[in-house]
């Protein structure tokens, strides 16, 4: 079965690392240097029009949408402390005061920082009583950490940055645009970040026992705007109706050249280089996109498309490659790379033979543009290359969410020093090797066995913590989805196992990363694995004969019935592929 999954053909791969340079790459990233691409503005406009100018000089196809997105600007905002003002920003999506002072007393409360990149998106523990406070906590305004504030009543809140940047950001829980059933999730609570120094010498104040007034101000533009979307299309010889999903964000913070200036010129060379090889190098299509509102819209550009072509990719897609922040100073390792298990095999591959590097992986957190997580298309990648943790202990960095783990991430200082173009050529063989090999394998190399070992790790600590969870159902459809897994990868018409895969991937996907159905998007909140079982965990915690125990036992029940009900689904759609 491995073979499988490390396919490649060696020759043509040869011919495309040869043919990837820096050329393009640096125009691009030169020209986006005069820019600061924020949504919705002329710059993001001018940037979108390069991409497109210089898609049609290379005489790829392609075309620019220009659907009307939810964005939310930060503008300049406040924060004082008994009568003394500090440097201090709000993220995108936060409530506006318009410029009104909310003022109250000052109160530490301990979350901490993240330990590492996975752990900026934890869910924070908050049990004070925190009505009419201003609350003062550790680290980023991630959404989960601004929900547990809210929900324990606080006035206003202050974070505090792991360093003296203060980086920019997005605090909704709402995935995209807010449809009738999550619009009332619209943060509430208004927010301001200031830098460490500051923020630690308020915390060494109440801890010594001063009591402190704190007024926080914020101003935001918060609308629907028309913002452009380019998406490419270098057309499959074979199966040019299936298509892979090449992707990454061109809006930025201020100039933005880690993330995702690079990026957005990973794509252009690929692009580029596939498309001047001529038709026949792709069995089946290559689409790239370029995405706007990320960083203001939470992901509003990729979550448009994922509605808008919704019966498309359920139908057609193989699979979602993910582009942030690659080609980036002192990147030299493979470390953590965010992918499904599914496609870690022919992942692992792919970087190997583009670079002769090893890779890790981790699972992929509820973020980037991973819109597409409740259509079930399996995933690989979202940032690629990261600088040594050696290298970053001497630079006295902390985890960040991008740049190659270079702090200047969504900062004023994410300049052009930040980019190496020979990091970034590096870069573009790596996605090129995973994009022909999901082009071109004649058996899509997907391994539904390697996200059912990641399942039976979480169903292991569930029913280590409920003992008496009913499991049965869930056992059997994992064992008969085994078998015709094996099955699958044992022989047969290429196509029907193809097209049998394409639809078993998806419901497997959804079973481990959505709780809400296919055209719905599950809240920027951490999905853990099999999310419909993973309230399990809580159980030792409560009374057991409690109304809370009650309930969770119920919603354990449905889970399980959801679970084997996905599984059975998908182990028939490969049985019938035999």
């Known amino acids: 079965m491995a073979d499988l999954f490390?396919?490649?053909?060696?020759?043509?791969?040869?011919?495309?690392?040869?043919?990837?340079?820096?050329?393009?790459?640096?125009?691009?990233?030169?020209?986006?240097?005069?820019l600061v691409r924020e949504t919705g503005t002329e710059d993001e406009r001018l940037a979108a029009e390069y991409i497109s100018d210089r898609l049609g000089r290379l005489g790829?196809?392609?075309e620019v949408h220009r659907p009307t997105l939810f964005i939310s600007r930060p503008r300049p905002s406040s924060l004082t402390v008994d009568g003394r003002a500090?440097?201090?920003?709000?993220?995108?999506?936060?409530?506006?005061?318009?410029?009104?002072?909310?003022?109250?007393?000052?109160?530490?409360?301990?979350?901490?920082?993240?330990?590492?990149?996975?752990?900026?998106?934890?869910?924070?523990?908050?049990?004070?009583?925190?009505?009419?406070?201003i609350a003062l906590t550790d680290g980023l305004p991630m959404p989960a950490k601004v929900k547990q504030l809210t929900d324990n009543g606080a006035l206003a809140a202050v974070f505090v940055m792991p360093g003296e940047g203060i980086h920019e950001g997005i605090c909704t829980t709402i995935w995209g645009a807010p449809d009738l059933d999550n619009w009332g999730a619209q943060p509430t609570l208004p927010i301001v970040s200031v830098a460490h120094g500051d923020g630690q010498a308020l915390i060494a104040a109440l801890r010594g026992g001063a009591r402190l007034a704190a007024s926080v101000a914020t101003r935001l533009e918060t609308q629907w705007e028309p913002c452009p979307v380019v998406v490419a299309e270098i057309p499959g010889t074979d199966d040019p109706e299936r298509f892979v999903l090449l992707h990454g964000h061109y809006d930025s913070w201020h100039q933005g050249i880690g993330d995702n200036a690079t990026g957005d010129a990973l794509l252009l060379e690929v692009?580029?280089?596939?498309?001047?090889r001529g038709s026949g190098r792709l069995r089946r299509t290559l689409r790239i996109a370029w995405w706007p509102g990320h960083s203001t819209g939470r992901y509003a550009g990729s979550t448009w498309y994922a509605d808008r072509f919704a019966l498309d990719l359920a139908a057609n897609a193989v699979a979602q490659v993910d582009c942030d922040s690659p080609g980036c100073r002192w990147?030299?390792?493979?470390?953590?790379?965010?992918?499904?298990?599914?496609?870690?095999?022919?992942t692992a591959a792919a970087v190997r033979d583009a670079t002769g590097l090893a890779s890790t992986r981790e699972r992929p957190n509820r973020a980037g543009d991973y819109s597409f997580n409740n259509l079930g298309l399996p995933a690989t990648l979202m940032l690629s290359s990261t600088m040594p943790e050696a290298?970053?202990?001497?630079?006295g960095y902390y985890p960040v969410g991008g740049c190659g783990g270079n702090i200047a991430w969504h900062t004023e200082d994410d300049l052009l020093d930040i980019a190496d173009f020979g990091n970034l050529v590096r870069d573009a063989r790596v996605y090129a090797a995973v994009v022909m090999r999901l082009c071109n394998a004649p058996v899509h190399p997907i391994d539904l066995g390697a996200e059912l070992d990641e399942a039976a790790a979480a169903l292991a600590a569930?029913?280590?913590?409920?003992?008496?969870?009913?499991?049965?159902?869930?056992?059997?459809?994992a064992g008969r989805l085994r078998q015709a897994v094996a099955g699958w990868a044992a022989g047969g018409d290429a196509e029907a196992r193809n097209a049998a895969m394409r639809r078993a991937s998806r419901l497997v996907v959804r079973s481990n990363y959505a709780r809400?159905?296919?055209?719905?998007q599950d809240p920027a909140l951490e999905v853990p694995p099999l999310p419909d079982l993973e309230p399990a965990l809580r159980l030792p915690k409560l009374a057991a004969a409690s109304h809370e125990a009650h309930v969770t036992a119920t919603h354990l029940m449905r889970g399980a019935n959801r679970v084997a009900a996905l599984w059975d689904e998908a182990a028939r759609e490969l049985e019938a592929a035999r």
């Open 6 to 34: 490390a396919w490649r053909d060696a020759q043509a791969e040869a011919e495309v690392f040869a043919a990837i340079s820096d050329a393009e790459p640096r125009a691009l990233v030169n020209r986006f240097a005069e």
């Open 60 to 62: 790829i196809q392609h």
């Open 86 to 133: 500090y440097r201090a920003k709000t993220p995108a999506m936060a409530p506006s005061t318009d410029g009104r002072e909310l003022t109250g007393p000052l109160v530490y409360v301990e979350t901490g920082y993240a330990a590492d990149t996975a752990g900026i998106f934890d869910t924070a523990e908050v049990h004070a009583d925190l009505r009419g406070k």
């Open 271 to 276: 692009a580029r280089v596939l498309a001047a």
């Open 331 to 346: 990147a030299t390792e493979y470390r953590g790379l965010a992918c499904m298990a599914a496609l870690y095999p022919m």
């Open 391 to 395: 290298v970053a202990r001497a630079h």
């Open 462 to 477: 569930y029913r280590a913590a409920a003992p008496g969870l009913d499991l049965a159902a869930v056992d059997a459809a």
């Open 516 to 520: 809400l159905d296919p055209f719905r």
